[in-house]
């Protein structure tokens, strides 16, 4: 079994930073000749430690200007009801996060919409008639004072942290 070590925390770093680096600067920012810095971005990827890679979009300049976080309480917490209003709540693209939460309510939901006018008739159309809803509690966002989906690796440093099946380099 082996671990992550120092060339796979700065790979994982680096491209948190930037999904676009070709693997000639990626190769060069993290000191690994290109051959070797490919093979572990492929098994860091085959492993699941790197799940995907996407553009970060500015919801303000495409339009979303309100940001609502839903409490979501479920009338009934049996495993079949909630998995009919995960399944539900996957399919809505407005919904962009969704937690399990503990103390009150079921879930924390994280939408998206154009205006405050839209969030209502999204709340009183749409998050209402998931099956199995029984309240909806909802705060807004007056502003953002950090959004980032790069995860901190501080922690994982002389860590053992899973095994990636690769050879070394």
């Given at each position: 079994?082996?671990?992550?070590?120092?060339?796979?925390l700065a790979?994982?770093?680096?491209?948190?930073?930037?999904?676009?680096?070709?693997?000639?600067?990626?190769?060069?920012?993290?000191?690994?000749?290109?051959?070797?810095?490919?093979?572990?971005?492929?098994?860091?990827?085959?492993?699941?430690?790197?799940?995907?890679?996407?553009?970060?979009?500015?919801?303000?300049?495409?339009?979303?200007?309100?940001?609502a976080f839903?409490?979501?309480?479920?009338?009934?917490?049996?495993?079949?009801?909630?998995?009919?209003?995960?399944?539900?709540?996957?399919?809505?693209?407005?919904?962009?996060?969704?937690?399990?939460?503990?103390?009150?309510?079921?879930?924390?939901?994280?939408?998206?919409?154009?205006d405050l006018?839209?969030?209502?008739?999204?709340?009183?159309?749409?998050?209402?008639?998931?099956?199995?809803?029984?309240?909806?509690?909802?705060?807004?966002?007056?502003?953002?004072?950090?959004?980032?989906?790069?995860?901190?690796?501080?922690?994982?440093?002389?860590?053992?942290?899973?095994?990636?099946?690769?050879?070394?380099?």
């Open positions: 079994m082996e671990t992550l070590d120092k060339f796979d790979i994982l770093n680096e491209l948190q930073a930037d999904g676009r680096l070709t693997n000639a600067e990626l190769a060069n920012r993290v000191g690994l000749s290109a051959a070797p810095c490919w093979r572990r971005v492929r098994a860091l990827e085959e492993a699941g430690f790197i799940t995907g890679y996407r553009a970060e979009l500015n919801r303000n300049k495409i339009g979303l200007g309100v940001l839903v409490r979501l309480d479920a009338e009934r917490n049996s495993g079949d009801a909630l998995g009919q209003m995960e399944k539900a709540i996957r399919q809505i693209p407005e919904i962009v996060s969704c937690h399990y939460i503990s103390g009150s309510g079921t879930f924390e939901l994280q939408v998206v919409c154009p006018a839209e969030f209502s008739r999204f709340a009183r159309e749409v998050l209402i008639h998931l099956p199995n809803v029984k309240d909806l509690h909802t705060s807004f966002s007056l502003g953002e004072v950090k959004a980032s989906s790069a995860l901190p690796l501080g922690h994982l440093v002389n860590q053992s942290v899973g095994s990636v099946n690769r050879s070394k380099t």
